[in-house]
């Protein structure tokens, strides 16, 4: 068999970074559950046509088919074509069309899955990659106070984390949407297209997008271009927006509604995290209906959002009721994987391990095989040594694992001895009250300044 290849955009991580991963998913959970959201888990594929419903993703979604399947029809019924999830927001409100029955609303949901995207992989975008998501979805209505909510619960999350400083930027569709429409444009999805773009090809640049492919005045495009470069973090936002002279009612809405989740979220800034507002913000699927994040890592900010989501009112309907919700995404293979490549986030040791005992010959197994299983009775991750080679060997191999400590037993006497290898410490031990220190335990996950 030949030397395998990499496959671009499906990243595997090495054993060190499986642990920074893993805790990463653990806090994930624990804060999550602390909020009082309830895990769910869909299947991998959904109908094509439902795939297709939320956005301009169509060139990006994994088709799913055996092997011998049938090509006689060259054109195959969407709804019948299976595609790979492109996300976990189309799939949750199937989901909870499929079990509204069963479900107490406003239901809260966590979902920590993978998802696939057929996209270009570049660093921090994957074909394959996890994602972390919250949602709270309500059964035709939806108290607005949860839009706030999203950024409280991220803003737990991100104070557990050793990641760099994050920036989670907050606007509202119905802001610019409105503000758009009091100028008398019809073409709202290539205004916030073009938009879009203004990291890319600067304010110059999207004033020719306006003006020459989506039909704007130059008057509308200025106009355009001042709501995108408002940004601010209080009341003060929204004096500014109406300084501008544009009216409309949807706009009014927007702003309330803009000022009220920067009201709720003024104490949850805090010093690696900050909350603002930035108006250029819309996000790319056409199901955001109101409040919309994004969150960019200082430093990173090549990567894009790595925490992103929004307000949905209509996403979910039966035909007798409509399931409105909001929720955010965290990126977990989009944020990590940057950070492994620049030894910016990492952990302690390779392994969970944090005592190898040693094997004095091999008719010691099972004495070893003991002192490991009490060991493990108290929650000290251990195991022994492989084979029954000399000390100073054994020592090496846990070495080079990052083991902590190295177990002696002592099957005539009973006087066991530990090794601290990192010190060269070496005392008695009894493998039915000995601890390591809290720190020693487990594996620890630590960040650096991207060098």
Known sequence: MSRPRPLSGFPEWSPAERIVEQHVL????????????????????????????????????????????????????RAKQLGLHYDLTVPFARYVLENAGKLAFPFRRYQIQKAWRGERPQEGRYREFTQADIDV????????????????????????????????????????????????????????????????????????????????????????????????????????????????????????????????????????????AELRIARGLDYYT??????????????????????YDALASDGRTTYPGVG?????????GPLFSRDALHASRSTPTCVLVALPDEASRPLAAGVAASLRGRGVPTEV????????????????????????????????EVRDIRSGDQLPADPTTWLPAADDLRPRVSGQPAG
């Not at 106009?223 to 409309?248: F, K, M, N």
């Not at 955010?328 to 990590?336: A, C, D, H, Q």
Request: aromatic fraction near 6%; include cysteine.
């Open 328 to 336: 955010i995404s965290f990126g977990v293979t989009r944020t990590l």
């Open 137 to 276: 979805i309500g059964a035709d209505t939806l108290a607005f106070h949860h839009d706030a909510e999203m950024a409280l619960v991220m803003a737990d999350v991100f104070a557990r984390l050793p990641l760099p400083p994050l920036r989670m930027q907050v606007n509202n569709r119905k802001l610019i949407e409105g503000f758009y429409r009091g100028l008398g444009i019809d073409d709202v999805p290539g205004v916030l297209r073009a938009v879009d773009k203004m990291d890319k090809v600067g304010p110059a640049g999207v004033h020719g997008v306006l003006t020459a492919e989506v039909g704007l005045s130059a008057s509308q495009a200025e106009s355009c271009l001042q709501l995108a470069q408002i940004s601010g973090t209080d009341a003060g936002v929204a004096e500014r927006v109406r300084a501008l002279g544009v009216t409309h009612e949807q706009l009014d809405r927007g702003l309330d509604e803009l000022v009220a989740v920067l009201d709720a979220v003024a104490g949850a800034a805090r010093p690696g995290f900050e909350i603002v």
């Open 385 to 416: 040594a492989p084979e029954a080679s000399k000390y100073g060997k054994q020592i090496k191999f846990a070495e080079r694992r990052g083991i902590p400590f190295v177990w002696f037993p002592r099957a005539e006497s009973g006087g066991h």
């Open 26 to 77: 653990d806090v994930l959970r624990e804060v999550f559950e602390l909020h009082g959201f309830a895990s769910v888990e869909t299947r991998a594929v959904e109908p094509l046509d439902q795939l297709l419903h939320a956005g301009e993703i169509d060139k990006e979604v994994y088709l799913l088919r055996r092997l011998q399947a049938d090509d006689a029809d060259p054109e195959p019924d």
């Open 290 to 311: 109101g409040t919309v994040y994004e969150t960019q890592m200082v430093g990173f900010e090549h990567v894009g959002s790595v925490c992103s989501g929004g307000r």
